[in-house]
Nanobody, 126 residues
Framework: QAQLVESGGGSVQAGGSLRLSCVAS????????LGWFRQAPGEEREEERA???????????YYGDFVEGRFTVSRDNTKNTVYLQMNNLKPEDTGMYYC????????????????WGQGTQVTVSS
């Protein structure tokens, strides 16, 4: 059973930074697209999760429009780990952040994700 375990969430004030990590176990994800999604408070359906950032096996990365250059996604295939460095956080970044993996070569939308982590909460206060 594939497992993705996130860490690094927490509460910060606006303008602060957090670094999320996701360790993948029980499976080799080096050939997968790895990404981060977030779900705003009050949203419950998996399909409502918004793509924050994704990174392909060859380290090509992409971001949601709302990121606006504030976040950086990276991966270390030797550790089966993906990271999300978040700077200049805003209150609207508040939500549950999920690590995700896809075998399909893209991970920009929730519908193509094969594996999800349990999520880590990020709260940004003004």
């Amino acid at each position: 059973q594939a497992q993705l375990v996130e860490s690094g969430g927490g509460s910060v004030q606006a303008g602060g930074s957090l670094r999320l990590s996701c360790v993948a176990s029980e499976y080799d994800y080096s050939s997968h697209c790895l990404g981060w999604f977030r779900q705003a408070p009050g949203e419950e359906r998996e399909e409502e999760r918004a793509g924050v950032a994704g990174i392909l096996p060859d380290n090509i990365s992409y971001y949601g429009d709302f990121v606006e250059g504030r976040f950086t996604v990276s991966r270390d295939n030797t550790k089966n780990t993906v990271y999300l460095q978040m700077n200049n956080l805003k209150p609207e970044d508040t939500g549950m952040y999920y690590c995700a993996a896809s075998r399909k070569g893209v991970c920009s939308a929730a519908r193509v994700i094969d594996y999800w982590g349990q999520g880590t909460q990020v709260t940004v206060s003004s």
